[in-house]
């Protein structure tokens, strides 16, 4: 089995700045392509970006593309979420998972699950 931790979630100002960890332990951690999704309140869950097992594969949202990034460091066994000029809609709760696909957008892929973090932007 492969566990999932997420941390760095907090209260930002539109226009600020975050970064998310999710730290892996278990599996091999560097087999697996890892996703973040978010899910705000009333709302399905939804893929946000991904990266591939090597890093050389990234996958994004639309709504995310020039403000968030992704990264990761396999012999930290760690994935990175880097956000930038965040806006109100970019609230949730942030959830780091791991599949043994590609980095794509569709949740069922993934296998692996965080317990997720709390993402809050001001007006």
């Known amino acids: 089995q492969l566990q999932l931790l997420e941390s760095g979630g907090g209260l930002v100002q539109a226009g600020g700045s975050l970064r998310l960890s999710c730290a892996a332990s278990g599996r091999t951690f560097s087999s697996y392509a890892m996703g973040w999704f978010r899910q705000a309140p009333g709302k399905e869950r939804e893929f946000v970006i991904a990266i591939s097992w090597s890093g050389g594969t990234i996958r994004y949202a639309a709504s995310v593309r020039g403000r968030f990034t992704i990264s990761r460091d396999n012999a930290k066994n760690t994935v990175l979420l880097q956000m930038n000029s965040l806006k109100p809609e970019d609230t949730a709760v942030y959830y780091c998972?791991?599949?043994?696909?590609?980095?794509?957008?569709?949740?069922?892929?993934?296998?692996?699950w965080g317990p997720g973090t709390q993402v809050t932007v001001s007006s």
């Open positions: 998972a791991a599949t043994g696909s590609g980095p794509g957008p569709n949740q069922y892929e993934y296998d692996y």
